[in-house]
């Protein structure tokens, strides 16, 4: 049987990067969205360039706390064991702390922390039963830097930072390994009428394959921070 990754948000961005990624090493995969008919193309997409490899939707919207606890059931419904979860659901409002719209800070937290501690919280019993698995965080440059215009967004990511970071130590005793990934400006929709080159900017698939690379070390090691940037430096 194929080993199993989960990536929230998985349809887009870092997100599909991951699956794609993932799926072409013969992982089945369990991913979600917000969006049903991208989650249909993405399956079908998968299922046919890996005729050996399962692609498992369930259209969820994370940041609310009941989807996010009934998408680690349906996982955990599958009757299979996770080998990797990755915490990638996120979104960007640009912003000030002292200017930006009321709701800004409740809405990213919700979405950009929340639902990866309810995510987790749903799956790593069974990882710590195993003494066995592996939880990706997509944190960002922005968890260890604040910057103009950054707002709430940076005060949910350095939250997510925080959170892995206190996973981390928690997971020591139990085999589950915790990386935090912290991405530079990359090259996803977010950046979508921006006049800057594609060589400005991280490739999507080079944290995927960061991921991958960092799962696939000995479990007696783990890489526990992960930061990439563009060459050129930040945006």
């Known amino acids: 049987m194929n080993r199993l990754i989960v990536v929230t948000g998985g ?6 990067a991951i699956v794609e990624k993932f799926a072409s090493e013969g992982f089945d995969v369990v991913t979600c969205s ?4 991208d989650l249909n ?16 939707i369930k259209k969820s919207n994370l940041s609310e706390k009941e989807e996010a606890l009934a998408f680690a059931k349906y996982v955990t419904s599958l009757n299979r064991p996770v080998d990797v979860l990755v915490n990638n659901t996120g979104f960007f409002i640009p912003g000030t702390v002292h200017e930006e719209e009321d709701g800004a800070l409740e809405s990213m937290i919700n979405t950009n922390l ?20 592996h939880i990706f965080n997509i944190c960002s440059v922005a968890s260890i830097t604040a910057y103009p215009n950054g707002g709430s967004y940076s005060i949910s990511k350095f939250a997510m930072y925080g959170m892995s970071k206190a996973l981390r130590e928690e997971m020591k005793e139990h085999g589950v390994r915790v990386t935090a990934i912290l ?5 996803t929709a977010s950046w979508d009428g921006v006049e800057l080159p594609p060589e400005r900017f991280v490739k999507a698939s080079d944290v995927a394959d960061a991921i ?24």
């Open 11 to 16: 349809t887009k961005g870092i997100g599909k």
């Open 34 to 37: 917000r969006n049903e008919k």
């Open 41 to 56: 193309s993405l399956q079908q997409e998968i299922q046919e360039q890996y005729s050996n490899v399962k692609a498992f």
């Open 114 to 133: 929340y639902s990866a501690y309810h995510v987790t919280r749903g799956l790593i019993g069974a990882m710590k039963d195993r003494k066995e698995g």
């Open 183 to 187: 991405p530079g400006a990359t090259l």
């Open 212 to 235: 991958f690379n960092a799962n696939n070390i000995s479990h007696q090691s783990v890489i526990e921070d992960i930061i990439i940037r563009p060459q050129l430096g930040d945006i």
